[in-house]
């Protein structure tokens, strides 16, 4: 499954390129991760949330890149996903915001993993990679993951629909959002 | 804390809810002096706009006192203690759109912009108490309001103007002059403004403090043409006369120069006909809209001339008179307003007394009561214009 979005973000390039090019942001704004952990300068390890089935995890390694220009990586070893990713940065034409492009490639498995992420992607897989490019923009130009009473927790709003009611959060919701 | 409710089609319900927190850095906590009624709000009520919810707190015209802020509000625009009115559409100010001031269309403010973005292509900034497709933010009819990026849209009020004259800075003034400023007036231009609500009113003041020769309004209701005549404007009822004819008896034949559409997606028509067919097509989904006020506008508006629209549209309708606009050079403008862009000018000319916000208040009621304020507002009883609810 192939999936491609893209983004203008009002930041010069690179400042974007230095944040992507930090994997260990990437959970910050994308929905699957939970957390990606640098083990060399071009190696990271990778580990999903809820949304891929529990204790998927893999190694990643960087197989290209270009300063403020482009990074590729793919996964390495015995992943339970393979996949690869591709990002490129260009500057947009007013001079002062950044382009971004999103080439995500996953090789699908059978078996309760592959069950699990076909769910997580639905019907419309693009969305899911749509509303990641809309949250790093978020990060980068006002700092965090914006949210309402209706969609509070950041990157799992998407999940939620119907969502709660837009008023606000009891102590025992913020509490429980908190923990998870 | 007590807000004001949806709750289901039809019915608005004051309850007790859990008094709201900073969820974001750059959020402020207002506690409430003043908010009001809207014309959208009727919209919501009457199940035109989707995506709203059971509970969802109504309401996003309010102002207030800052009495909590975020750690990552900057202390030198806003403080606790600060007295602010809150402009509608929540803003980030530092995205493509609010850098070019267009601010209801800021990019980062919704949360929901997936679901928005299917609705209209693009998506649109997120409002207070507006749906779930503007964000699901909790609205201002309520005690107390979160206010997310506290730092860019909040107005200070530094002088001793009373609460009502500066509340409606929080959107129908600025709405109505936005609608006026869209018409680019010259000294020589009739302007006509269909709907003379809040919103209709406020863009006939506007015409008139931007340099409009003459403003028409056109409504069925007498006590609102009569406001607008008391305010020095032309009355035109579409249930007695027929409109086109009037507009053209009133501008030598020419038709007004700009016309102003403060009506949108709930309009209603003076030939039965032409109502029941718009009527029964949006009762069964097949248009989601009901234009008649925007027809109108654009048959009635000279060739060359400019159609302005903040009137609230939602989604689909039919029988658009393209021909008319097309062969006869219309500029179409609109937008849900950018009402940052406004609140500071709009102030110093309630500063100067060049516009009184004031005059369209017919009712003052207490929080408690808003479910009789929305049925006084929505089925205009008691010559009722403008809702202000006291927290």
């Known amino acids: ?180 | 804390m007590r807000a004001n409710t949806w709750a289901g089609r039809n019915k608005v319900e004051v309850r007790d809810v859990p008094d709201p927190r900073i969820l974001n850095k750059r959020d402020a906590i207002v506690r409430i002096t003043s908010t009001a009624i809207c014309g959208s709000d009727l919209h919501l009520v009457d199940g035109y706009v989707p995506t709203m919810q059971d509970g969802d707190v109504m309401g996003h015209e309010f102002m207030g006192e800052v009495i909590e802020v975020g750690p990552g509000v900057d202390p030198d625009r806003l403080r606790i203690g600060d007295r602010v009115v809150v402009p509608f559409p929540i803003a980030c100010g530092a995205c493509g759109a609010c850098a070019a001031e267009l601010y209801s269309c800021c990019e980062n403010s919704n949360p929901n912009a997936g679901i928005a973005e299917k609705m209209f292509g693009h998506p649109v900034a997120g409002f207070f108490g507006y749906s779930h497709l503007t964000g699901g933010f909790a609205g201002g009819q309520a005690q107390y309001a979160r206010v997310p990026f506290a730092d860019v849209g909040p107005l200070k009020i530094e002088s001793d103007l009373t609460d009502e004259q500066v509340l409606f800075l929080s959107d129908i003034l600025p709405t109505g002059y936005m609608g006026a400023e869209m018409c680019d007036i010259q000294s020589s231009d009739v302007v006509a403004v269909w709907g003379a609500g809040p919103v209709g009113q406020f863009a006939m003041d506007s015409a008139r403090v931007l340099g409009a020769a003459k403003v028409i309004a056109i409504d069925k209701e007498p006590y609102r043409l009569q406001m607008a005549e008391r305010a020095g404007h032309t009355p035109v009822n579409f249930e007695e006369v027929d409109v086109r004819s009037r507009l053209l008896e009133l501008t030598g034949g020419r038709g007004p120069d700009k016309c102003i559409d403060a009506v949108g997606l709930e309009a209603t028509h003076g030939s039965a006909h032409i109502a029941a067919y718009d009527r029964i097509k949006q009762a069964v989904r097949l248009e989601t809209d009901r234009p008649h006020a925007l027809r109108q506008a654009i048959l009635s508006c000279r060739s060359g001339g400019v159609v302005s629209v903040i009137g609230v549209y939602g989604g689909l309708l039919d029988k658009f008179p393209a021909g008319a606009w097309m062969n006869r050079a219309l500029t179409l403008r609109t937008g849900q307003c950018h009402v940052q862009r406004y609140m500071k000018p709009l102030l110093q000319r309630i500063e100067r007394g060049e516009l009184d916000p004031t005059r369209v208040i017919t009712h003052r009621l207490p929080l408690d009561e808003a479910e009789r304020g929305f049925e006084l507002f929505k089925n205009k009883q008691d010559n009722c214009e403008k809702v202000v609810l006291k927290p």
Request: glycine share 8%; charged share 30%; aromatic share 8%.
């Open chain 1, 1 to 180: 499954m192939e999936l491609t979005a893209t983004t203008t973000i009002r930041k010069p390039v690179p400042e974007v390129y230095a944040f992507w090019r930090d994997f260990e942001n990437l959970p910050t704004f994308m929905a699957h991760l939970d957390e990606v952990r640098a083990t060399g300068d071009r190696t990271s390890h990778w580990v999903a949330g809820a949304p891929f089935g529990k204790d998927v995890e893999w190694d990643a390694e960087i197989v290209d890149e270009a300063l403020s220009e482009k990074i590729v990586w793919r996964s390495i070893g015995n992943a339970d996903v393979p996949n690869t990713g591709t990002v490129r940065f260009m500057p947009a034409p007013d001079g002062v915001s950044t382009e971004v492009q999103v080439v995500l490639v996953y090789d699908i498995p059978g078996g309760t993993v592959g069950k699990a992420i076909a769910k997580y992607f639905g019907e419309e897989p693009h969305q899911q990679l749509d509303d990641d490019l809309r949250r790093l923009k978020q990060v980068l130009e006002t700092g965090e993951v914006v949210r309402s009473d209706g969609a509070p927790w950041g990157k799992r709003a998407r999940k939620e629909f119907p969502q709660r009611p837009a008023q606000p959060l009891s102590d025992s919701e913020l509490v429980n959002g908190a923990d998870e």
